[in-house]
């Protein structure tokens, strides 16, 4: 069977062109590994008509229900190559056409091996200081991470609260313009590195250190390199990427740079919210479907 786009990913992003796509009657293939960085996040905070947060889990099953209500078919597999001829070849050996495809394949999230990350995260461990620096107003915060980009982390968070202690996990160096900077903003730096978050039910109790040390803390941020842009496919069909591997897509259409190829979603360079990935896949889907309306 023939398809007439093709997602690649089901996470935010691909669900909503998804939604959209089905809505249009155009037939569609979702295929998803299951490893997304949204299946990860227990409680999205910021996102309108959830005063009391969602979880990531909770956003794809019912999108998902919803994209397959629309007539959307979905396939759990892992993609390993698009031909330029259109054929989709899936890790189990399926040779799938398209006439469109849509990447949604996001960003690998690379968290160091603590113990109770995962537990947390979204509830009292946190990554992004937009959507999640209310979080802990007023609260005493520990920053995990590695060198500057901690660093700055810890500066940022600021903004909330007073009371923010960095913990250099890696022991990066730090400049001494970024030393002065902490310093004058009154932050704690311990060069140690975590050994676990100690909680109950996702609900952060106390960091603990290599050298034994419990701190008493109940919110967290990470601060940690390495996610890696899950591009590679889009790219060796032909598709343009930034230096860091961001693909580029035109900001009306989200087309890539080749013909009846789009992206949506955290492998596009933006601010990596919820709602942008959602506004993305709806704009790209708007766009797949004039290209192939134009082409009947």
Not at 31 to 39: A, K, W, Y
Not at 134 to 155: D, F, H, N, P
Not at 170 to 183: H, V
Request: proline share 3%.
């Amino acid at each position: 069977m023939s398809y007439d786009c093709i997602i690649i990913g089901g996470g935010i992003a691909g669900l909503q062109a998804g939604i959209m796509l089905g809505r249009y009657q155009h037939r569609v293939l979702m295929i998803d590994s299951g490893q997304g960085r949204s299946s990860l996040c227990h409680r999205y905070n910021n996102i309108i008509g959830f005063p009391d947060g969602v979880s990531g889990q909770q956003l794809r099953h019912d999108g998902k229900k919803q994209a397959e209500s629309f007539g959307v078919e979905t396939l759990e597999g892992k993609v390993v190559d698009v031909h330029s001829n259109f054929i989709v070849e899936t890790e189990e050996g399926e040779a799938i056409p398209t006439r469109t495809v849509l990447f949604a394949t996001g960003i690998d999230e690379k968290f160091p091996p603590i113990p109770g990350i995962k537990e947390c995260l979204g509830l009292s461990i946190y990554v992004c200081p937009d959507c999640d620096g209310y979080e802990i107003t007023g609260k005493k915060t520990a920053v995990v991470g590695s060198g500057e980009a901690g660093a700055q982390l810890a500066l940022t968070l600021k903004d909330w609260s007073d009371d923010i202690i960095f913990f250099n996990h890696s022991g990066a160096p730090l400049s001494l313009e970024m030393q002065g900077k902490l310093r004058d903003r009154r932050i704690l730096v311990q060069q140690v590195e975590v050994s676990k978050f100690e909680h109950n039910q996702g609900l952060l109790e106390a960091v603990l250190t290599a050298d034994d040390h419990r701190w008493e803390i109940k919110k967290a941020f990470l601060a940690f390199s390495g996610n890696r842009v899950q591009s590679d496919l889009a790219v060796k069909l032909g598709a343009d990427a930034t230096e860091k591997g961001h693909l580029v897509v035109h900001p009306r259409t989200k087309m890539t740079s080749m013909e009846g190829v789009w992206a949506a979603g955290d492998v596009v360079d933006h601010s990596q919210f919820v709602t942008t990935a959602m506004g993305d896949g709806a704009q790209a889907s708007v766009w797949i479907h004039k290209w192939l309306k134009e082409r009947r």
